[in-house]
């Protein structure tokens, strides 16, 4: 919108900077309030899972829930302010980011007033989830070149690419759902989820500005040209991000909730699909990979040995925990290896 006024906003980068640091100022902002706020609506804060980490029973009893809004709240705020919003794929991630996080919504909301651990069904969230993954895979492939619309590129081969025609659209509905799923999954600990989406959010959005832009001849790489303005909305919903952070960090004064996780694992499986990257966001987002796999593994050798457990406790940040290491330790030591994968993920691009 304010491209309109500011020419300057026309460059991409410039454009991203401010998107950023107009997301952080209005999360810090507006933190305190929206926690003084949960507190009031949620005496009893988010219900503790009595099967976790007994320390959890102690130290975040009380801790309200839902704080995904200020993530989603700055982060769309400021996307409508520096984007161009004549562009199909930002109002899509915004599309996405509202249906998710509504979902998340009711469950948050579900669980915090009957002061239970599970709400929703899984059958009627991955319904919803699903539902709205089918609708912006189809938006997105017929808005993307036809040489393009059901390609799947690999990194570090980028002369090899295979056309998976209408298998595609299948294959984008299971990474947007799968990403939603595997952030819920991870936002377990203080400030995880929200460290390991600022590190996968910052790879995507260098490459849509790649790939957005005439850089993509440079880098080898299919220029989608509306990709350019989802770098941008990147830089809004790290700041978003960062900004939550600052009070979701150890001991954290809120949660992000499902409203904020399933809203922002989607944001990365759409955009992945947007840039034709889904392979990458499966090795920037190594950590949610390992953390959906630990649940799987652990159910499925549950049951086949008949009440055993393959790993202490799931996903596997707990385990970690059970383990002795301390909750700090555990998202350090996990921030670092979603650094350590962004990097290799990135290397993809540039080299």
Request: charged share 10%.
């Amino acid at each position: 919108m304010l491209h309109y006024l500011f020419t300057f906003s026309d460059n991409i980068i410039t454009s991203g900077i401010f998107a950023f640091f107009t997301a952080l100022i209005i999360a810090l902002s507006c933190g305190n309030k929206l926690i003084d706020f949960l507190h009031h609506h949620q005496t009893k804060g988010q219900p503790i899972r009595e099967d976790g980490p007994q320390s959890h029973l102690l130290t975040k009893k009380g801790t309200p829930t839902m704080g995904g809004f200020l993530i989603l709240g700055s982060g769309i705020l400021s996307s409508l302010l520096w984007c161009h919003l004549s562009n199909i794929f930002v109002w899509l991630c915004i599309l996405v980011l509202i249906i998710y996080g509504g979902t998340g919504f009711a469950d948050d909301y579900v669980k915090v007033k009957k002061q239970t651990p599970n709400a929703m069904t899984a059958k009627m969230k991955l319904l919803l989830q699903f539902a709205t993954a089918f609708l912006v895979v189809w938006v997105v492939s017929v808005n993307t070149a036809e040489n393009l619309r059901y390609t799947l590129t690999f990194p570090y081969f980028k002369n090899f690419a295979i056309n998976l025609l209408w298998f595609y659209i299948p294959f984008g509905m299971f990474v947007i759902a799968g990403a939603s799923n595997a952030v819920n999954l991870t936002d377990g600990l203080d400030g995880l989820a929200s460290g390991l989406m600022i590190c996968a959010l910052t790879v995507f959005a260098i490459v849509c500005l790649i790939c957005g832009t005439s850089l993509a001849t440079d880098f080898q790489m299919h220029e989608i040209a509306p990709c350019a303005e989802i770098a941008i909305l990147c830089c809004a919903m790290i700041g978003g991000c960062l900004g939550f952070l600052w009070f979701n960090a150890p001991k954290a004064k809120i949660f992000m909730g499902d409203t904020g996780s399933l809203a922002l694992g989607a944001l990365l499986g759409t955009i992945a699909v947007m840039c034709k990257q889904e392979i990458l966001l499966a090795i920037v987002g190594g950590v949610f990979v390992m953390e959906t796999v630990s649940v799987m593994i652990q159910v499925a050798y549950f049951k086949k040995t008949g009440g055993k457990r393959f790993f202490r406790m799931a996903p596997i940040h707990h385990h970690f925990e059970q383990l002795g290491w301390n909750e700090t330790c555990v998202v350090i030591r996990f921030w670092i290896i979603g650094f350590i994968l962004a990097i290799i993920g990135l290397t993809s691009v540039l080299i």
